[in-house]
């Protein structure tokens, strides 16, 4: 915006380029539109970030739900093997919340967060644990070897969890530890589950339409490019009454009020995908860790993972 106020009015100062200063109507009609557009994008990419915390607002409900169902629902003559099912069916699903959170943090090619480069400079000030480690390695923390190696052999990891995780509840009706009606509303909750992974598959894999993103910051760079020259048409007015030299107002006023289009703009852009990997996300790692956390509690274990950390006020 410096640059392109400081040019015109100079041209216009020392050079005695009258025609540059234009009628400040049209400049204020286009304005009006990229207010409007502007305010626009940044409601629906915001209705995007809240949608994808609600998503996992709901996760963290479910998840709480399935555990105490399955510290509750299950019978068998055996406590050390009820136990032993109990965990293993709760280590899947944090297998499950492990690998939604690597599916949603893989970088699609319409994302931001690598490609921009101020985005770029600022990845420095955090890190991305889903890109710092291997699903392969944080899977082995809770499956057997013959469970893990077949879901890294699939597409969606994550779905197909949630079909290993049905496929043990059958057995276990049909073995008699838990009875028909336990059974149904496992399998709904099953169910619930692959709802909440399939909104956030929506939000991950439909970015918000190009046309909408494109025309918005067309409009953006049109209104700060013909600001500084409506700056100057009125300025030009004022020089009988306060001297020629009203018109170098020109400069802050454009960068002033070109910085809060341009940063509307950046704002929509920084919420259009909460799973990306920015400093805006969705902090679906965090979550997922609290999860971990509160379910183990659940049945009784002492030897807790830590909660993740915020690096320089950024959490994950």
């Not at 050079?15 to 234009?22: C, H, N, R, T, V």
């Not at 994008?41 to 996760?59: D, L, M």
């Not at 082995?140 to 197909?160: G, S």
Request: hydrophobic letters at 40%; glycine letters at 4%.
């Amino acid at each position: 915006m410096f640059l392109l106020s400081i040019t015109p009015t100079s041209l216009f100062y020392f050079l005695d380029f009258k025609w540059l200063a234009i009628p400040w109507v049209p400049v204020a009609l286009l304005g009006t539109a990229t207010a409007f557009i502007s305010g626009f994008k940044n409601t629906q990419t915001y209705n995007r970030t809240w949608e994808a915390r609600q998503v996992y607002g709901s996760i963290i409900n479910s998840s709480r739900s399935l555990g105490i169902m399955i510290k509750d629902f299950f019978r068998t003559s055996d406590p050390g093997k009820e136990l032993e099912i109990q965990k293993q069916i709760i280590n899947r699903h944090f297998a499950w919340l492990t690998a939604l959170r690597f599916q949603l943090r893989e970088v699609k090619s319409w994302e931001n967060v690598k490609t921009k480069t101020y985005n770029k400079q600022y990845l420095k000030y955090y890190t991305v644990p889903e890109w710092e480690n291997s699903l392969d390695e944080e899977l082995k923390k809770f499956l057997d070897e013959d469970e893990r190696q077949y879901i890294l052999t699939t597409k969606n990891r994550a779905a197909q969890l949630l079909a290993l995780q049905s496929d043990h509840l059958k057995r276990l009706n049909i073995g008699g530890v838990i009875n028909d009606f336990y059974f149904v509303t496992l399998e709904n909750q099953l169910k619930d589950l692959y709802d909440q992974q399939g909104r956030c598959e929506r939000i991950k894999n439909f970015p918000y339409p190009r046309q909408f993103s494109s025309i918005n910051l067309f409009f953006t760079n049109a209104f700060c490019f013909l600001l500084p020259l409506g700056f100057l048409g009125e300025f030009s007015k004022l020089a009988d009454k306060f001297t020629d030299h009203i018109i170098w107002l020109t400069i802050p006023f454009s960068i002033l009020l070109g910085w809060v289009f341009l940063v509307l703009e950046q704002i929509g852009e920084s919420t259009e995908n909460p799973f990306e990997g920015s400093a805006n996300d969705v902090p679906i790692t965090q979550i997922s860790r609290n999860i971990e956390i509160d379910l183990k509690e659940m049945f009784g274990e002492k030897e807790l993972p830590l909660p993740v950390q915020a690096q320089n006020n950024i959490l994950m």
